[in-house]
Nanobody, 118 residues
């Protein structure tokens, strides 16, 4: 059974930090590109950051210099270290695991809530 489970969300003051975790099971985690997305109430789901199976990373401009994505394939886990949090970072953060080919797949977790108070 495929699972992606996010954890680490919570309530934090502006300027604070959180570390989110995304743990995968039931599929070949170490060859997937893992991405974090976020969705605020009433808004579309937006890309935040991704890390390829080779360790290449990408970030949306609004989080560059503040967020860091990393992976530990031995633990089937990807992390999102979020520093200098802003109120506009408030959203549900969701983890995505994707492989284009061969044998493509595209899995989503249920998300973890991050609330930044100003």
């Amino acid at each position: 059974q495929v699972q992606l489970v996010e954890s680490g969300g919570g309530l934090v003051q502006a300027g604070g930090s959180l570390r989110l975790s995304c743990a995968g099971s039931g599929f070949t985690f170490n060859i997937a590109t893992i991405a974090w997305y976020r969705q605020a109430p009433g808004k579309q789901r937006d890309f935040v950051a991704s890390i390829s199976n080779g360790g290449n990373t990408n970030y949306v401009d609004s989080v560059k210099g503040r967020f860091t994505i990393s992976r530990d394939n031995a633990k089937n886990t990807v992390y999102l270290q979020m520093n200098y949090l802003k109120s506009e970072d408030t959203a549900v953060y969701l983890c995505n695991a994707k492989r284009i080919s061969p044998l493509p797949y595209d899995y989503w977790g249920r998300g973890t809530q991050v609330t930044v108070s100003s």
